[in-house]
């Protein structure tokens, strides 16, 4: 009944297998593929017609993390997988990025990738093995794909690369200290296609050879990709892309003068209208049958493309007047809104980010439900794009896709200089709006982020800058790389390169290839060029950081204290009940958790204090010889019981009250009265023993016995 082909091999230290004809049989292509005991299967569809009209290739990627695949139910009310989760878009993205290229140009029919987690062992991330199921259903499904692909992830510890490291190792690398990296890297045979990284501080040497190490590890998955399409994969799609030379001939002479002029203007919105007129005088000279057919589309991004990318490459100059390594006039301002708890306003060229700091407690937390466990997290950084950045009347919605994605790349970027959760006890949110869009507003969104984290009082260990590189690369290998690219050159090139980080070393690092071919000497040289960026731009923002900034009046301050695990249960009480009353009494905040650290938050110092004072209370030990005010709460024939410490009681007796004979302890003290007593220490059954008379009542003070005379 099936028609099975199952390939293994070792993999680092985990076997990996593929497997296909078995399971959803009617897919173009279908791969499961398996890391240890995390399974992914994958499966392809890809449409044999194109929709009339359609002038781009719909490509969609699909990535699903099942609760079952780690034994889990989904929390939640309706008890079943809802919307994506940050993961699965984040790995879709992954996905998409290097596979988008390799299909045979002019290919426009619908193609759908769905990747569903079936096992997940703890240990194996099933992203890079989605990657390479993926990649393997593409290669069998006899799509025009031009792959396969292969993908790993990258570690690095004591100097050395670790391949495919483990879920935990990777899990909050900032708590992490001897973990430095973590790179995801995928790649053809000949060729890096995709870069995607959360790095501490690591040299550009250092992030070159991970991504070295990377490419060498997948040459054996690619090998086993193509072993397995060897005997099982389908017959080529008949696909011949069309010939539209004459139509690019036809636009090229009615526009090309009018499209090189648009092209030379510098500002964003008059080249835009510019180029939008050239497009319509070029629509006004074709024919009707030439403004019907569906390669317009292409045949006109054609001529943009070989006005922008030949004279960068041939003069050096690009549309907007700069030097390829050259970048755009920066202005740099904090503390722009009043009553918010840090802003900053960083504007490149014609590009800008207002990005704004909040500072919240333990409460404000995000709790993530992840399928290998849950936790919580404690930076938030969060990036909008309005359709107003680009001089656009759009649809607005919640976060797509690119606003995830840049939004994370800008929290890897950030994440890697924040202080220690105990030196520092704080939730961080970063919100970053792009108010104005021409080039990278993720780098943007860096620079303005370190800004206002810094306007904010955020101690970070170094500020973050970030630009984006581009590169055109043409056919007979003559090449330019552009720092800090607008958005034309991102579209119309062939790399977007993103590279932040500090002065002492990258921190994120993302890449994505147009081409195959980009060489290690043109990565190296983007690198370097990169570092010359980044230190420009830190130059600039230095300008805008004045020594420590002032910690906002409106922002929460919260103390620490550590108390020993086994008085945890005296600090919550029964049913909460004492912890409430603290709260309700000094009106501050206060959270703690299993290892005992008690976060006590509140706008008011002596809210603070309070509660401080309330807790230490109960979790202190008395010292003896201390000397404490306490309260009488109980008077017997022999003494009087008083509160002195807490709830702590202790025995006053009689021949201890004062220094002279009482007929009855009542004689001097009654019930509610304040009074000052020293602990002397406890009797063979652990009970308290204090003392009265040995301190002075009035100011508190012990009284010291007078020295008796030397014997003459």
Request: glycine share 10%; with cysteine; net charge negative.
């Amino acid at each position: 009944m099936f028609n099975e082909t199952k390939k293994s091999m070792q993999w680092g230290e985990e076997t990996l297998t593929l497997e296909t004809g078995k399971v959803a049989r009617q897919a173009d292509g279908s791969v499961i593929a398996t890391l240890g005991e995390t399974s992914v299967m994958a499966n392809v569809t890809f449409a044999k017609k194109q929709k009339p009209g359609q002038d781009f290739f719909p490509l969609t990627v699909h990535y699903q993390e099942k609760y079952y695949a780690a034994g889990k139910v989904p929390g939640g009310f309706f008890k079943r997988e809802a919307r994506p989760t940050e993961k699965e878009t984040l790995t879709a993205r992954l996905i998409d990025r290097p596979i988008r290229p390799l299909f045979v140009p002019g290919f426009k029919n619908e193609v759908l990738v769905m990747c569903t987690v079936l096992s997940h062992d703890l240990v194996n991330d099933p992203d890079m093995v989605a990657m390479i199921a993926a990649s393997a259903a593409l290669t069998i499904s006899g799509a025009p794909f031009m792959g396969p692909i292969g993908g790993c992830r990258v570690g690095f510890e004591d100097g050395d690369y670790i391949l495919n490291p483990t879920v935990d190792d990777m899990q909050d690398l900032r708590l992490n200290p001897e973990q430095r990296l973590d790179l995801v890297v995928a790649g053809t045979k000949d060729a890096v296609m995709m870069v995607e990284s959360e790095a501490y501080e690591l040299s550009e040497e250092e992030m070159l050879g991970a991504v070295k190490f990377a490419h060498e590890n997948i040459q054996p998955v690619i090998d086993l990709i193509i072993s397995l399409a060897e005997d099982a994969a389908k017959e080529p799609f008949d696909f011949q892309p069309a010939d539209y030379s004459e139509l690019s001939a036809a636009i090229a002479a009615a526009g090309e003068a009018d499209m090189r002029a648009a092209f030379a203007i510098s500002d964003k919105q008059e080249r835009t209208t510019a180029v939008a007129a050239a497009r319509e005088k070029i629509m006004e000279a074709l024919t009707e049958e030439q403004t019907e057919d569906p390669n317009l589309g292409s045949a006109m991004k054609g001529l943009e493309a070989s006005i922008l990318r030949g004279d960068v490459v041939k003069t050096g100059k690009r549309i907007d007047g700069r030097k390829t390594d050259e970048i755009r006039d920066i202005v740099c301002e904090t503390g722009l809104l009043p009553r918010t708890h840090g802003s900053a306003l960083f504007t490149r060229g014609e590009t800008q980010g207002l990005v704004v700091t909040t500072l919240g407690t333990g409460d404000d937390e995000q709790f993530i439900d992840a399928l290998h466990g849950n936790f919580k997290s404690n930076f938030l950084l969060h990036y909008n794009f309005p359709p107003y950045s680009v001089g656009e009347a759009g649809r607005v919605g919640p976060p797509g896709r690119r606003e995830i994605g840049h939004g994370k790349l800008a929290w890897r970027a950030l994440q890697a200089v924040l202080p220690a959760a105990t030196d520092f006890p704080y939730t961080v949110r970063v919100v970053s709006e792009i108010t104005e869009s021409n080039g990278s507003s993720s780098m943007a969104s860096v620079c303005g982020g370190s800004l206002s984290m810094m306007d904010a009082g955020v101690p970070l260990k170094s500020a973050v800058a970030g630009v984006a590189m581009g590169l055109i690369l043409e056919d007979d290998g003559s090449y330019a790389i552009l720092s800090d690219i607008l958005g034309d050159e991102d579209h119309l090139g062939d790399m977007d390169f993103k590279v932040a980080g500090t002065e002492n070393g990258i921190t994120s690092l993302q890449m994505d290839i147009k081409v195959a071919g980009i060489t290690p000497e043109i990565m190296e040289k983007a690198l370097a060029q990169a570092k010359d960026g980044r230190m420009h731009i830190l130059g600039e923002m230095a300008k805008a950081i004045t020594g420590a900034a002032e910690f906002s009046e409106h922002a929460p301050r919260i103390e620490t204290m550590q108390i020993p695990t086994d008085k945890i249960r005296e600090v919550i009480g029964s049913g909460g009940k004492v912890i409430r009353e603290i709260v309700e009494v000094s009106g501050a905040k206060v959270d703690i958790n299993d290892e005992g650290t008690i976060k006590i938050a509140s706008p008011n110092g002596e809210a603070i204090k309070k509660a401080y004072d309330m807790i230490h209370s109960i979790v202190a030990e008395p010292e003896e010889g201390m000397v404490y005010t306490g309260t009488v709460v109980k008077i017997v024939d022999f003494g009087a019981f008083v509160n002195f410490f807490g709830k702590r009681d202790g025995l006053v007796h009689v021949s201890q009250i004062e220094n002279r004979r009482l007929n009855h302890p009542s004689d001097v003290l009654k019930e509610g009265q304040e009074v000052k007593v020293k602990l002397l220490g406890f009797d063979d059954r652990g009970k308290v023993r204090l003392s009265m008379k040995v301190v002075d009542q009035e100011t508190g003070e012990e009284i010291k016995k007078e020295a008796e005379p030397a014997d003459e």
